[in-house]
């Protein structure tokens, strides 16, 4: 099930620069999508979400950019800090329903190095 | 902040027998779903729940698997008879609506022998 891709499956930035994570999907049907920062031994924790009527949703350092003619979509964290270190996963839903059926890519393992 | 919290962490079994995870929603949320991760794969969705009854369910979630909300505070996953492909993290996930982001438990590892 290739959905949603990420194919970085590696990232390593140095502390305070830019971090660019990057997401494709082919499911024309998905109209929301989140961003997920996974630690060993812990589950996913929501970072942000963004709908797909809008192209840009920002919190905090983390801004996510879609853009729905490309089928794509970046989460950038600015400064990156070595406490970013994790696996990043998007992750997509159909029918503006981030509850039913999330379909997850397969991460960016992000390092951080001070 | 709440969280959703799942036990046991760990839990090993004979192929063949019948295993329960268990899951402690956060208490105001009305969603509630289970997630798997076999290594190296994506984490896939299992199934959402909702109003006591089963919202969605993806073709993983065949007859050997069920989900209770047994009270007002658990919800659990049942697999009738383990196989050794069911090895995998198990995640309980819940949101507060329909339109709402899902907050993941800690997960509980499954090993199948």
């Known amino acids: 099930d290739q959905q949603v891709k990420q194919n970085s499956p590696s990232l390593s930035v140095q502390e305070g620069r830019i971090s660019i994570l990057n997401c494709d999907y082919t499911?024309?049907?998905?109209?929301?999508f989140l961003w997920y920062k996974k630690y060993p031994a812990e589950g996913p924790t929501f970072l942000i979400s963004?709908?797909?009527?809008?192209d840009k949703n920002e919190d905090g350092r983390f801004t996510v950019f879609l853009n729905k003619s490309a089928k794509h979509l970046s989460l950038h964290i600015v400064p990156s800090q070595p406490g970013d270190s994790a696996v990043y996963f998007c992750a997509a839903s159909g029918r503006g329903n981030a509850g039913n059926m999330l379909t997850f890519g397969g991460g960016t393992r992000l390092m951080v190095k001070p | 902040e709440p969280e959703v919290t799942q036990t046991p962490s760990h839990q090993v079994t004979q192929m063949g027998q019948e295993v329960i995870l268990r899951c402690v929603p956060i208490?105001?949320?009305?969603?509630f779903y289970w997630y798997r991760q076999i290594l190296g794969q994506k984490v896939e969705f299992l199934v959402s729940f909702y109003n006591n009854e089963i919202s969605e369910k993806s073709e993983i979630f065949d007859d050997q698997f069920s989900v209770e909300r047994p009270d007002g505070s658990n919800f659990t996953l049942k697999i009738r008879s383990t196989k050794l492909e069911d090895s995998a993290m198990y995640f309980c996930?819940?949101?507060?609506?329909?339109?709402?982001?899902?907050?993941f438990g800690n997960g509980t590892r499954l090993t199948v022998t």
């Open positions: 996930a819940s949101s507060l609506g329909v339109v709402s982001p899902l907050h």
């Open positions: 963004i709908s797909s009527i809008k």
């Open positions: 499911n024309s049907m998905f109209d929301y």
């Open positions: 208490s105001n949320h009305l969603y």
